[in-house]
């Protein structure tokens, strides 16, 4: 097998939030709580959790907007989040983003045209070249030339995320990170974007990380799924596998919650036990005791965050 | 209850009224979940705050609207003295929105309660509040709490305990399980269905959720630019389609075991003010022919359910 494009290795990271008044002083809220990952090229890895699990805070610490406490980003083998400034800016334009809202990448005053094309100024490319990148994405993405002249508020969502997606891609990245890319979308909208997605990977071997709390979003564009409760990857393998046969008690009301009528809580406390060991099925003496280990299962295929599998 | 007849809802702007609901024949019997399912911009927060007494002053309406056996819309007069927040209460989609930030959970149920049953003493002012934190599934503690103090989910029932507190016989519910997380959805939609039943409500539940509202809904209303394009008693019709609308808005749904190529629906639904003639579905519509282009059709009678598509009106004929 060939080697990850994307290798996270022990991610942690933390945000500083305010106790009350600024008097009182900081608390750390930990948003990844060792987080192992590999991403290979080619293929699409889809994120899933719930709200706070911490998703966009995953995406956030590839990206380097948020800083790994502990742990280590191999991109192409390197350690992204330990290089110095400018050899991390030639690294990270192989890295495309698209936010979870459109609005955090276009910026409303800007025309179409000039946001998709803002991550190319840098380069100091000549204008021709400039205008056929920008023509080249934005036939790929179906929009019309007239919709460069527009402003973002003139534009419906789901054109709005294509202008996203089109920006994120015209710096021609191995690797693109996906964040709730539909979710503010419609269904007929969702389906579009979808599909636009599956086809740019075919035509651009592109490797997807993609994030979103709709499993059967997930299931129709990945390869593989991570499921993340609390700041960790409690499951994670071969998508077809997970969907058929959850292991995870977590993953499986994932997949099935109509079956859940009360509200189930997820402990988002700082400690390293199972974070739903109040409500799990499966629990055991120990799951209170001691941090469940990371079991592998299926030919090291599948790995499982749980103490029920370790027997 | 609700039924409107032939019930028109636009909103006045500078070039006069953009109608988004016309000629809307809606009947909801009491007692009963309705799911009002569309895609956004189709007019159903606008029918769902109708229902509710909730329009804008810069609303204009004609046709009838029955609530409760009451009249609240005939013609351009809108009447809901005594019916809005009382006999009729929303939910809204955003719960913050319903709840004082600086009002624990406790006061905002009580000072809800005293206006609606003036003369209760103090004592059955607040174990009516307890009562109804029970209703909606929130602990007794919840009651000297903050909205900020409490979970997505216990905010929306907080909101849910809120407006129940007059007792109303009719609750619109606008998109209230969206953006929760999945579990979270579930569980809001079916404590509602369970207050439903206790309680003998009729809800008006909008979405877009299909999956929710194949779990929650008595009645399907299938909504496309103000109108009805299908509807049926069960949710039946959310497995076997017949409208071509819901025909390809089901098939445009990522499936869990299946990577079938997502059905593409071509172009947007229209805005209000530019709604096609004919069917207003033509446009998109892959079976479109002649007679679509020229006339509405009505809605009719096709097996189990109503819809309003000409292939289904020629089918009826022969
Ligand atoms: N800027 C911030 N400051 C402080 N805490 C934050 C910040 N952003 C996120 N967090 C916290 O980090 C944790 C993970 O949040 P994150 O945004 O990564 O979750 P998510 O999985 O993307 O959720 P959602 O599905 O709601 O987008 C949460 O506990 C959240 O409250
Ligand atoms: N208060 C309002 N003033 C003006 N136009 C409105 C108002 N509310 C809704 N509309 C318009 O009516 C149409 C239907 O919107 P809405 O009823 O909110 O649909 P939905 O809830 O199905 O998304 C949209 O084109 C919207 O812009
Ligand atoms: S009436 Fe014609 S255009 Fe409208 S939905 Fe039916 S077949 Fe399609
Ligand atoms: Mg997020
Ligand atoms: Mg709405």
Redesign the pocket.
């Known amino acids: 097998m060939s080697s990850p494009l994307l290798k996270i290795e022990n991610l942690h990271a933390f945000y500083t939030v305010p106790l009350g008044g600024l008097r009182y002083g900081y608390r750390k809220v930990w948003a990844l709580k060792g987080v192992n990952l590999d991403v290979f090229p080619g293929t699409t890895l889809g994120v899933v959790g719930g709200s706070g699990s911490g998703k966009t805070s995953l995406i956030r610490a590839i990206l380097g907007f948020l800083r790994p406490a502990k742990g280590r980003i191999l991109f192409r083998g390197m350690d992204i989040s330990k290089l110095d400034r400018r050899r991390r800016m030639e690294i990270v334009k192989e890295i495309g983003y698209v936010p979870q809202e459109p609005s955090q990448s276009i910026n409303p005053k800007m025309t179409i045209k000039d946001s998709i094309a803002e991550p190319l100024r840098p380069l100091g490319l000549s204008k021709e070249d400039i205008e056929k990148r920008i023509g080249v994405v934005m036939e790929m993405l179906d929009l019309d030339r007239s919709v460069g002249r527009m402003l973002a508020r003139e534009l419906s969502g789901g054109m709005l995320q294509r202008v996203a997606i089109a920006r994120a891609i015209i710096l021609k990245p191995r690797l693109l990170l996906l964040d709730e890319p539909t979710s503010f979308l419609d269904i007929s909208t969702q389906a579009q974007i979808l599909n636009i997605l599956r086809d740019l990977k075919e035509e651009l071997g592109l490797t997807y990380v993609l994030v979103s709390h709709d499993i059967d979003v997930v299931s129709y564009i990945s390869d593989r799924i991570a499921v993340m409760v609390s700041g960790k990857v409690v499951e994670e393998g071969v998508a077809e596998k997970i969907l058929r046969e959850p292991l995870h008690p977590y993953t499986s009301i994932l997949l099935n919650p109509e079956g859940v009528a009360r509200e189930i809580s997820i402990a988002n406390s700082e400690t390293d036990l199972c974070p739903i060991r109040s409500w799990c099925p499966l629990r055991m003496k120990k799951c209170s005791t001691e941090p469940p280990p990371a079991v592998k299962i299926d030919n090291e295929e599948r790995t499982v965050l749980c103490w029920h599998y370790t027997t | 209850m609700v039924r409107s007849e032939e019930l028109g809802i636009g ?1 006045e ?1 500078d070039e006069g009224v ?1 109608w ?1 609901v016309e000629d809307l024949d809606l009947e909801v019997e009491h007692g009963v979940v309705t799911c009002l399912i ?12 109708a229902i509710s007494g909730l329009l ?1 002053p ?2 204009r309406t004609y046709g009838r609207l029955v609530v409760a056996d009451r009249v609240v819309i005939d013609g351009d007069k809108m009447n809901f003295t005594g019916v809005r927040g009382k006999v009729v209460v929303r939910i809204a989609q955003d719960p913050a929105s319903a709840l004082n930030p600086y009002l624990t959970i406790g006061e905002q149920l009580s000072t809800a309660i005293r206006t609606h049953f003036p003369g209760l003493s103090e004592h059955d002012v607040r174990s009516k509040a307890l009562e109804l934190l029970s209703d909606v599934m929130l602990g007794e503690d919840v009651y000297d709490r903050y909205p900020h103090q409490l979970s997505g989910g216990m905010k929306r029932r907080a909101a849910i305990a809120l407006a129940l507190a007059p007792e109303p016989e009719v609750i619109v519910a ?1 998109e209230p399980t969206s953006a929760l997380d999945a579990y979270l959805k579930y569980a809001v939609a079916s404590l509602l269905k369970k207050l439903q039943r206790e309680w003998e409500l009729t809800l008006v539940f ?1 979405t877009h959720d299909v999956s929710i509202a194949r779990y929650i809904c008595d009645q399907v209303v299938v ?1 496309y630019a ?1 109108r009805i394009v299908e509807e049926g008693a069960s949710p039946r019709c959310l497995e076997s389609p017949s409208h071509p609308y819901l025909e390809l808005l089901l098939k445009a749904l990522p499936k869990r075991f299946s990577k079938d190529r997502l059905a593409d629906i071509p172009g947007m639904p229209p ?2 003010g530019m709604y096609p003639t004919g069917c207003k579905f033509h446009p998109r519509c892959p079976y479109v022919f002649e007679r679509c282009r020229q006339e509405e059709p009505p809605i009719i009678k096709a097996g189990d359910r109503l819809v309003r598509c000409w292939r289904y009106y020629e089918q009826s004929l022969t």
């Open positions: 909103y702007h953009a988004v569309g895609e956004s911009g189709c007019g159903k927060s606008t029918i769902g705050n804008p810069y609303a606008d909008i909504v103000g805005r209000p």
